[in-house]
């Protein structure tokens, strides 16, 4: 199995929980990139016979979903780390595709660590914001957010002081998107194989 991992991945050795305490989200897509089955997430019935372009906002980060399920649909099963925090945690996953019957393409997102960290009241999910708030995008692979100037990705931490649009009487909305430093690591270490 090739194994993608993100860049500046590396994992935390104190606080960390056990990955064990949350179940995989595991999700299969068709030869046209329309998910057929779902398991492990609670909201899976509204999501059934869509297709992935139309869940996800940002076009990056769809096309190298599209090009993770082309390797996978060549080469058997790859993988790869990434960053998904939760309000209260950093958190790492690995996520494994590998090639089925008919062109389907199975996902398996598994959570591998995870680190507490104080509350983030912006991640919670739905967020409470108003009509006017700021737009903020998350890399989807490391969780760094893109600076409001000059183009620049800081680590959320750094965002978290920083960042005009964040704040304890901010509450921008989320998007996600990838940063050009992990997508030009994904895409070298796809074409490695």
């Known amino acids: 199995m090739s194994s993608l991992a993100s860049p500046g991945e590396s994992r935390p050795h104190s606080s960390v929980l056990p990955p064990a305490r949350e179940p995989a989200v595991t999700y299969r897509i068709d030869r046209e990139g329309k998910l057929i089955a779902v398991a492990g997430f609670p909201d899976a019935p509204a999501f059934v016979g869509r297709s992935l372009r139309s869940l996800m906002s940002a076009s990056g980060v769809m096309n190298l979903c599209h090009q993770l399920a ?20 950093k958190r790492w996953f690995l996520l494994e595709a590998k090639s089925l019957e ?35 995008a998350l890399c989807s692979w490391c969780g760094a957010v893109r600076a409001e100037e000059g183009g620049r990705w800081d680590p959320i931490e750094v965002a978290l002081e920083q960042d005009p649009r964040i704040g304890p009487d901010q509450t921008p909305r989320l998007t996600h998107g990838i940063c050009p430093s992990c997508e030009a690591d994904f895409l070298r270490k796809l074409k490695k194989g």
């Open 102 to 136: 008919n062109g389907e393409v199975e996902f398996k997102s598994s959570l591998l660590s995870a680190e507490q960290r104080p509350r983030i009241a912006w991640l919670e999910l739905p967020a409470r914001h108003g009509p006017a708030a700021p737009l903020v």
């Open 70 to 89: 082309q390797r996978a649909r060549q080469g058997g099963e790859v993988s790869y780390r990434f960053r998904c925090d939760a309000p209260a945690e």
